[in-house]
């Protein structure tokens, strides 16, 4: 094998060696790639514990419960305002039916997203299956979103 170092006439290569550079290169990115960090989405949030006072006795409907958020920041069960621990509570009591009532998750439509966030993070905590968003339809115009 025969390797060129210029032309045959003895004159200098006026090219530069970029395979070094390319090397170093390939190098720097692959430790770049290597120590950027996870990107998580994750939001920690502390949970209500559940409220020790038993609920009235109309309170929890064996067949269907509805969570309503106001944009004042309440929470309505049923119609009733709750806070945080009571709804705990509510929950666990709906799993204790021999059949599990359906849930259903109505926000107001200037209701706080974190609150929002909050409630759904709570009823996820809960266990509870069935669990539905009611409520949309009336937002929806002959198949086009307002404004559309």
């Known amino acids: 094998m025969a390797m060129s170092g210029g032309k045959d006439d003895g004159s200098p290569m006026m090219e530069m060696n970029t395979t070094p ?3 170093v290169m390939l190098v720097l990115l692959i ?3 290597i120590t950027i960090p996870v990107a998580t989405h994750s939001v ?3 949970l ?3 409220d020790s006072n038993p609920p009235p006795a109309n309170m929890i409907d064996p067949i269907k419960n509805k ?3 106001t944009k004042e920041g309440q929470i309505l069960w049923n119609g009733t305002e709750i806070n945080s621990n009571e709804l705990v509570r509510n929950l666990q009591d709906t799993l204790a039916f021999p059949v599990e009532p359906e849930l259903q998750f109505e926000p107001e439509p200037l209701a706080s997203y974190d609150l929002s966030a909050h409630v759904l993070n709570i009823i996820k905590a809960s266990g509870v299956t069935k669990f539905g968003f009611v409520g949309n339809e009336k937002y ?3 198949g086009k979103a307002p404004g559309a």
């Open 21 to 23: 550079l390319i090397d």
């Open 31 to 33: 430790m770049f790639i």
């Open 44 to 46: 920690n949030i502390d």
């Open 48 to 50: 209500p514990q559940p």
């Open 67 to 69: 969570i309503v958020l």
């Open 140 to 142: 929806r115009v002959f």
